[in-house]
């Protein structure tokens, strides 16, 4: 499996959509948002729990080897503030995992409050969604793959036969323009984040 989300049992709720989990539904209109995104098909994303990992601790893996990880914190929400010096507020320090800035897990007694005070407040579901979303951007090179490739380029043939019919095979070969397709993806990935944080959290449209 290519990419592959392993959470621990305090998790499962969260996948669980009979008992009103919603990351799998997250994850599928998250594919469909980043294949728009980034111009290619993202692959599935094989879900599945780990009894190894702690209760609240998730790992995303790109074949075999993880490339990211983080743990929640049982029962709370993540209240994240783009100022230098945030409001104060009740809560326990932590660095949001998407985007590496410093937040706050609070109890949801004091979700009016931490907005009232300028933070954007996010439940775990959508941290997880937008991690997962900024991991997959990072690795979007590794994830297209020469199958892939050779797909977006029989799509432009639709459109613009000559075109392909000049490049492949008598430019480049299909090896050549898979290379040149990943290092454009390398280079449009930024690490350059602007607030407001509550529109960098990745949530489904509508």
Do not use: C
């Not at 989990?21 to 294949?35: D, E, F, I, N, Y």
């Not at 190894?52 to 994240?80: C, F, N, P, Q, T």
């Not at 809560?91 to 706050?104: D, I, N």
């Not at 075109?163 to 990935?189: A, F, I, N, S, Y």
């Amino acid at each position: 499996m290519k990419l592959s989300l392993e959470v621990g049992y305090g998790l499962v709720a969260l996948v669980d959509q009979e008992h009103g989990g919603q990351l799998l539904a997250r994850v599928r209109a998250l594919r469909s948002s980043l294949a728009l995104q980034l111009g290619f098909i993202v692959p599935s994303v094989h879900i599945t729990d780990n009894a190894r990992l702690k209760a609240r601790e998730y790992v995303v893996s790109l074949r075999g080897v993880e490339i990211a990880r983080w743990e929640m914190h049982e029962d709370h929400l993540l209240a994240i503030s783009s100022d230098a010096a945030p409001p104060p507020l009740a809560g326990t320090a932590t660095r949001e995992p998407a985007f590496g800035v410093s937040a706050l897990w609070i109890i949801p007694g004091l979700h009016n409050e931490a907005l009232a005070k300028g933070y954007a407040v996010v439940d775990q579901t959508s941290v997880l969604a937008t991690h997962l979303a900024e991991v997959i951007k990072q690795h979007a090179s590794e994830l297209l793959t020469r199958q892939e490739a050779k797909r977006l380029l029989d799509r432009l043939a639709e459109s613009h036969p000559k075109l392909v019919e000049e490049l492949v095979p008598k430019l480049l070969t299909l090896g050549e323009v898979h290379k040149v397709m990943q290092q454009l993806l390398r280079e449009q990935v930024s690490s350059a984040i602007s607030p407001p944080f509550s529109k960098l959290y990745w949530t489904p449209a509508g």
